[in-house]
């Protein structure tokens, strides 16, 4: 397993410069820091991609479609939006040394349309197939995320986020899984994690209200359970989102304070992580 952490557990906003985070990230011990595109241009990722490496880390990346680029839009303009969206999103993972993008890649976040969801799902899959070549030329990997249900009406559970990345037919789409949301979702989590041992290709931690792993009711037996059956040999990544009154923390939900020191947060969880799943 390699261990990395968010960088998004830092940020009062996705615009802000993830450079100031890196040595902290390093000097935690992490193997590697997570980058979300939100915000994201090609000069920044340019630079980026020297300092991550300087400081001995490797990069995964998270992203999100909006409404304006849905690839399981009704619209064929929209769709063509989202997946412009996601090739560049996959040339700038690639731009930043990394090989892993995750999250909400399949639908925008926060849309809910329970009567086309059957449609939605088929057009989700159909519209990341044609990343295939884009994945392959640029060595990465895309992940699909399971969200809970109060951030979309897609694909809360892995076995339905699974679907998806199988109808989409390649080997380079699979699924995030995130201990947050598979709280929430999925009845079985350790049958649930060994379920989608062909699809499993990312994995985030955070305990049940987002905050370090282990610190509240997440069935971490089960977890480990779940990824020692399937197999899994990646990356876990603690996403933990612990800080209110900033407008990322706003996005998230997040209105009150979850721990009180964010590297604190960072430095217990990959104590954590390593005890759990080293």
Not at 54 to 61: I, Q, S, Y
Not at 111 to 129: G, H, I, N, T, V
Not at 153 to 172: F, H, P, V, W, Y
């Amino acid at each position: 397993m390699r261990f990395g952490v968010h960088a998004g557990l830092w940020m009062a906003r996705w615009t802000d410069e993830v450079a100031p985070i890196l040595r902290t990230v390093a000097d935690l011990g992490y193997d590697g820091v997570e980058v979300s595109l939100l915000g994201m241009t090609d000069e920044r990722a340019a630079a980026l991609r020297g300092l991550i490496a300087d400081h001995g880390l490797a990069v995964t990346c998270t992203d999100g479609l909006s409404r304006a680029a849905d690839i399981t839009s009704a619209d064929p303009e929209v769709r063509a939006a989202g997946i412009a969206h996601l090739r560049w999103a996959i040339r700038t993972v690639a731009a930043l040394g990394g090989q892993v993008l995750s999250g909400v890649v399949h639908t925008p976040w926060g849309l809910f349309d329970p009567a086309r969801k059957a449609e939605r799902a088929a057009l989700s899959a159909e519209m990341l197939a044609t990343l295939e070549p884009d994945l392959a030329a640029h060595g990465v990997t895309l992940g699909i995320e399971a969200l809970n249900r109060f951030e979309t009406d897609l694909a809360n559970t892995a076995a339905e986020a699974c679907a998806i990345a199988r109808a989409a037919g390649s080997k380079r789409i699979g699924v995030l899984l995130d201990t947050f949301h598979m709280n929430i979702e999925d009845r079985d989590i350790a049958g649930a994690i060994a379920g989608a041992a062909d699809c499993l290709v990312h994995v985030h931690v955070s305990d049940n209200d987002r905050g370090v792993p282990g610190a509240g009711h997440v069935p971490w037996g089960a977890v480990r359970e779940g990824l020692a059956k399937s197999g899994y040999d990646g990356w876990i990544v603690a996403e933990m989102f612990v800080t209110a009154g900033t407008p990322a923390a706003a996005d998230l939900n997040i209105w009150r304070p979850i721990e009180t020191d964010a590297t604190d947060a960072a430095r217990r969880a990959l104590a954590f992580m390593r005890g759990q799943f080293g």
